[in-house]
C-alpha cells in the first residue's frame, strides 16, 4: 500500500535563506562598508535591526526535539549533531559555549522571561530512503510527522548529502514551519550539502559559490557537509522557537521572514564582511576555527543571533 503523503496546502512553512556571501542580505547589510569612509561605514553597520514581536506563541519551557534521519549518515556525523543537540541545554562546557549562545533565544518573550530548554528526544533512522532521492516540500511534512504531534515538540528531519530536496541549494538550506489545525506541531528541515553545494550551504568551511572570495576555514569537526548543517540547524531551531508559527518574532513578510539568525547572515565573530565570517578562535592542535564549546569536547562554529535587548546581531567571541 502505498503511503499518502499530505497535501502542501494543509500545511505552512517558513523557509530561511542561509546562502555563501548572501548575494541579497549580505550585500545590502554591508553595502555601505565599501562605498563610503569607515566612520560612515560604522555608523551605517550599527543602525538597528528590528524583528517585532506579532503577539503569537512562542515555544518555552522543555521543548523536545525529535530527529528524523533520512538517508544514510555515519554513526560519527550523527554524534556530532547529536551532541550539538544536547549541548544546548548544558551549562557544563567552558565559554564560550553552546549553551551560553543559546541563551540569547531566553530574551524573546511574550510577556514574561522564560527560556527555551530544547531536550532530545526519539530518533528514526531511514536509511532506506523510502520516499526517493528527490523530495518535495510536502514530503518533508510528511516525514517529519513520524515524530508525532506534541506540543512544545519540534520534529527535525535531516537528509544526507545524496537527497535532493526543492529549493535546496538554491535558494534555502534549511526551513521551519508548522502544520495547521488543532493537531499542529513545529517541524525543520536541514540538509548536508556536501555533495550539492557545500560553497553555498557549509561556508565558510568551503570556497563560497558567490561574491568576495577567502581561503575556507577549517570545520572544526572535519565534516565540512555535517559542521555545515549545524550552522543551519542552529538556524532553523532558533527561529522555530521564536517563531514557530508565523506570528512570533520577525521582520518583513511572514512568507519570507527575517528571523532571530536568519537576520544576521554570514556574521561568526567580530568584523565581519562579506567573504569573511568574522574573528574566531582556532584549536592550535587541528586548525579548526570555533566559536563555541560543547558536550564530549565538542567545538561547533555558530552564526550570530540577534538580540531583543540591543537590537543588533551578537556573536559569542
Known amino acids: 500500500m502505498s503511503k499518502q503523503i499530505p497535501s502542501q496546502k494543509q500545511n505552512m512553512t517558513s523557509n530561511y535563506y542561509f546562502a555563501t556571501v548572501s548575494p541579497t542580505l549580505l550585500s545590502l547589510f554591508f553595502l555601505f562598508i565599501f562605498t563610503t569612509?569607515?566612520?560612515?561605514?560604522?555608523?551605517?553597520?550599527?543602525?538597528?535591526?528590528?524583528?517585532?514581536?506579532?503577539?503569537?506563541?512562542?515555544?518555552?519551557?522543555?521543548?523536545?526535539?525529535?530527529?528524523?534521519?533520512?538517508?544514510?549518515?555515519?554513526?560519527?556525523?550523527?554524534?556530532?549533531i547529536v551532541d550539538f543537540l544536547q549541548s544546548l541545554n548544558s551549562a557544563t562546557p567552558p565559554k564560550p559555549s553552546v549553551f551560553t549562545w543559546w541563551k540569547t533565544t531566553e530574551k524573546y518573550n511574550s510577556g514574561g522571561v522564560g527560556a527555551s530548554t530544547l531536550v532530545l528526544g526519539k530518533q528514526f533512522l531511514d536509511e532506506a530512503y523510502s520516499l526517493g532521492k528527490a523530495l518535495k516540500n510536502s514530503q518533508i511534512v510528511y516525514l517529519a510527522a513520524k515524530g508525532g504531534h506534541a506540543q512544545r515538540t519540534v520534529n527535525v528531519v535531516l537528509t544526507a548529502e545524496d537527497?535532493?530536496?526543492?529549493?535546496?541549494?538554491?535558494?534555502?538550506?534549511?526551513?521551519?514551519?508548522a502544520t495547521r489545525g488543532a493537531a499542529r506541531f513545529a517541524y525543520a528541515w536541514?540538509?548536508?550539502?556536501?555533495?550539492?553545494?557545500?560553497?553555498?550551504?557549509?561556508?565558510?568551511?568551503?570556497?563560497?559559490?558567490?561574491?568576495?572570495?577567502?581561503?575556507?576555514?577549517?570545520?572544526?569537526?572535519?565534516?565540512?557537509?555535517?559542521?555545515?548543517?549545524?550552522i543551519n540547524l542552529a538556524t532553523v531551531l532558533a527561529g522555530t522557537v521564536t517563531?514557530?508559527?508565523?506570528?512570533?518574532?520577525?521582520?518583513?513578510?511572514?512568507?519570507?521572514?527575517?528571523?532571530?539568525?536568519?537576520?544576521c547572515t554570514g556574521v561568526f565573530g567580530s568584523g565581519a564582511y562579506p567573504g569573511?565570517?568574522?574573528?574566531?578562535?582556532?584549536?592550535?592542535?587541528?586548525?579548526?576555527?570555533?566559536?563555541?564549546?560543547?558536550?564530549?569536547?565538542?567545538?561547533?562554529?555558530?552564526?550570530?543571533?540577534?538580540?531583543?535587548?540591543?537590537?543588533?546581531?551578537?556573536?559569542?567571541?
Open 276 to 317: 569573511y565570517p568574522g574573528s574566531v578562535l582556532v584549536d592550535k592542535s587541528t586548525g579548526a576555527s570555533y566559536n563555541a564549546q560543547g558536550v564530549n569536547g565538542r567545538k561547533y562554529l555558530l552564526p550570530a543571533m540577534w538580540d531583543p535587548k540591543t537590537s543588533q546581531c551578537t556573536t559569542i567571541v
Open 243 to 263: 517563531n514557530p508559527f508565523r506570528n512570533g518574532y520577525f521582520q518583513g513578510s511572514a512568507a519570507a521572514p527575517l528571523e532571530a539568525v536568519s537576520a
Open 163 to 177: 537527497v535532493a530536496v526543492d529549493g535546496f541549494c538554491r535558494s534555502r538550506c534549511g526551513s521551519h514551519g
Open 190 to 230: 536541514v540538509g548536508n550539502s556536501a555533495a550539492f553545494c557545500p560553497g553555498y550551504c557549509a561556508w565558510p568551511f568551503h570556497q563560497p559559490a558567490y561574491g568576495p572570495q577567502s581561503p575556507p576555514l577549517v570545520a572544526p569537526n572535519g565534516d565540512v557537509g555535517v559542521d555545515g548543517m549545524v
Open 37 to 80: 569612509s569607515p566612520s560612515t561605514a560604522a555608523l551605517v553597520a550599527q543602525q538597528p535591526l528590528l524583528l517585532k514581536y506579532h503577539n503569537g506563541t512562542l515555544l518555552k519551557g522543555n521543548v523536545t526535539v525529535n530527529l528524523i534521519w533520512y538517508g544514510k549518515f555515519t554513526p560519527i556525523q550523527r554524534s556530532i
